[in-house]
């Protein structure tokens, strides 16, 4: 059905608009969903540069290709190019939302957890501080979601024997 919807919008509105991107964006999520990561890679990284030159690079739907590209190349094992997409990704919300948005921090928690993957020490450290400071100016400090990142802070310092920065969180 996803298929018939997305080959009906490209002979009704044409290959480039939004409608039928959001018909491509949709058939690759099921593509995702039904583990045929390939197919969904081809499809997500098309309609991420048509969503750039159509949409622009900050508009909502773009992003939401953007983090779809990380998610499929973190799942198919391509940490390096999911990392470079996350990046990218949160230098987006940044820009386009503020550090202080939930979904900025939401895509923060992605990235941390991709350095994790790749073992980068000090970088997952100073991001687990980076998150927490925001939570604690979003929600605040007693906030559960807050208390957890503090919990995974220090369990990350424990992790990789920082000990010294471990005691300092108590």
């Known amino acids: 059905l ?4 997305y080959d009906l919008s490209c002979k009704v509105h044409g290959p480039s ?3 039928t991107l959001t018909a491509q964006h949709n058939l690759a999520v099921l593509y995702q969903d039904l583990r ?6 081809d499809l997500l990284e098309e309609v991420y540069m048509l969503r750039c030159q159509v949409l622009g690079k900050a508009h909502p739907d773009t992003l939401l290709t953007l983090s779809k590209l990380a ?3 973190a799942r198919l094992g391509d940490s390096g190019q999911a990392l470079i997409f996350y990046e990218e990704l949160y230098d987006r919300y940044c820009e386009v939302y ?7 921090i939401s895509v923060l928690e992605d990235l941390i957890h991709c350095h994790t993957r790749q073992d980068h020490k000090s970088v997952v ?4 501080r980076e998150l927490h400071g925001q939570l604690c100016a979003v929600l605040g400090k007693t906030h559960p979601r807050t208390l957890a990142s503090l919990s995974v802070w220090a369990k990350s310092c424990e992790r990789y024997e920082d000990y010294q920065r471990a005691t300092e969180l108590l």
């Open 36 to 41: 045929k990561f390939d197919r969904s890679l």
């Open 71 to 73: 998610e499929s190349h």
């Open 98 to 104: 503020g550090k202080e948005h939930l979904d900025t």
């Open 17 to 19: 608009h939004p409608i």
């Open 2 to 5: 996803q298929e018939a919807a």
């Open 125 to 128: 450290l100073d991001l687990r």
